[in-house]
């Protein structure tokens, strides 16, 4: 069963610092999407990227958020300058057709 | 912005009970998905739902989509403790857009 992996699964970072969260799609998947998930509560949408750009993106994702794909297999969330409250699991999912998602298992980020 | 309301939020049953969440909506999904949740994991597929009034079974799982577009149901028969997690809707508008998850069903499975 092909899978969407994410690394790393944890990461701590201080306050302030960039941090980039990778994430390897389905190899035939045209869609590739970030949400996050804040502890014990819902999944919530980042942004959408299609056609190597961004088609639709959420009110959190601000300019502190970017997202590339830099080559044709990677595809990476950089938080410029991380906050507190953008300690969450992190999800990438990716869809060949823009239906059923997959999602990849997340990585926790921590930020002190 | 869109929201989806998921009830019940949490269930404690016996295993061999059946179960029923539902999740309703103000506004209208031209697709509707069940994914559970494992601890520190990510979401995964249950069932997806393209059409009003489609009845989707995967094993022990059914899933209706619902005719008004804005609601859906989850049934899960004869639970078993594997059946344990959260469960979540989620509506899709257009193929490629973002998906609305509702707010989660824990389900707890006593042996």
């Known amino acids: 069963e092909p899978e969407v992996t994410q690394t790393p699964s944890h990461q701590v970072t201080q306050m302030g610092q960039e941090v980039i969260l990778r994430c390897v799609p389905i190899?035939?998947?045209?869609?590739f999407y970030w949400y996050r998930q804040i502890l014990g509560q819902k999944v919530e949408f980042l942004v959408s990227?299609?056609?190597?750009?961004?088609?639709?993106k959420s009110e959190i994702f601000d300019d502190q958020f970017s997202v590339e794909r830099p080559d044709g297999s990677n595809f990476t969330l950089k938080i410029r300058s991380t906050k507190l409250e953008d300690s969450a699991m992190y999800f990438c999912a990716s869809s060949e057709l823009g239906y059923g998602y997959t999602f990849g298992s997340g990585t926790r980020l921590t930020v002190v | 912005g869109q929201q989806l309301n998921q009830s019940p939020q949490s269930m404690f049953i016996q295993e061999g009970e059946d179960v029923s969440m539902n999740c309703t909506s103000s506004s209208i999904f031209n697709t509707w998905l069940w994914y559970k949740q494992d601890p520190g994991e990510g979401p995964v597929l249950l069932i997806a739902?393209?059409?009003?009034?489609e009845l989707t079974s995967n094993g022990r799982l059914t899933a209706q989509f619902g005719i008004t577009r804005k609601d859906s149901f989850l049934n899960i028969s004869a639970s078993i403790p594997s059946d344990v997690g959260i469960y979540f809707c989620a509506g899709l508008t257009n193929a490629g857009n973002m998906l609305t998850f509702g707010g989660g069903t824990r389900l707890m499975v006593k042996p």
């Open positions: 190899s035939n998947h045209l869609y």
């Open positions: 739902l393209y059409k009003a009034g």
């Open positions: 990227f299609y056609n190597n750009e961004i088609s639709e």
